[in-house]
Nanobody
Framework: QVQLVESGGGLVQAGGSLRLSCAASGRTFSNYAIGWFRQAPGKERKFVAAISRGGHNTYYADSVKGRFTISRDNAENTVFLQMNSLKPEDTAVYYC???????????????????WGQGTQVTVSS
């Protein structure tokens, strides 16, 4: 299995930036695609971004396209989410997750992920 720990969340003003990290340990990290999801109070968990096993392909929700960038360093077993031009609507708990399945629909679907971190809070003030 894979253990995932998120970090880097916090409070930021609208228009600011944050960089989230997802540190992994356990079985071979490069076997898994990694996704970021977020969940606001009273709402369902939603897809944010994902990166394929080797880092060659990335995917983004329409709401964050052009503002967020996902990347991975397999040598360090870490995935990053650079978040720029943050909006109050981005406020949520952000989770990273590992997905053994290797196809697009799995990447963007929370139920397809095998392992989850405990989340990190991101709050964007107006």
């Amino acid at each position: 299995q894979v253990q995932l720990v998120e970090s880097g969340g916090g409070l930021v003003q609208a228009g600011g930036s944050l960089r989230l990290s997802c540190a992994a340990s356990g079985r071979t990290f490069s076997n898994y695609a990694i996704g970021w999801f977020r969940q606001a109070p009273g709402k369902e968990r939603k897809f944010v971004a994902a990166i394929s096993r080797g880092g060659h392909n990335t995917y983004y929700a329409d709401s964050v396209k052009g503002r967020f960038t996902i990347s991975r360093d397999n040598a360090e077993n870490t995935v990053f989410l650079q978040m720029n031009s943050l909006k109050p609507e981005d406020t949520a708990v952000y989770y990273c997750a590992a997905c053994l399945a290797d196809y697009y629909y799995a990447y963007v679907t929370a139920d397809k992920y095998n392992y989850w971190g405990q989340g990190t809070q991101v709050t964007v003030s107006s």
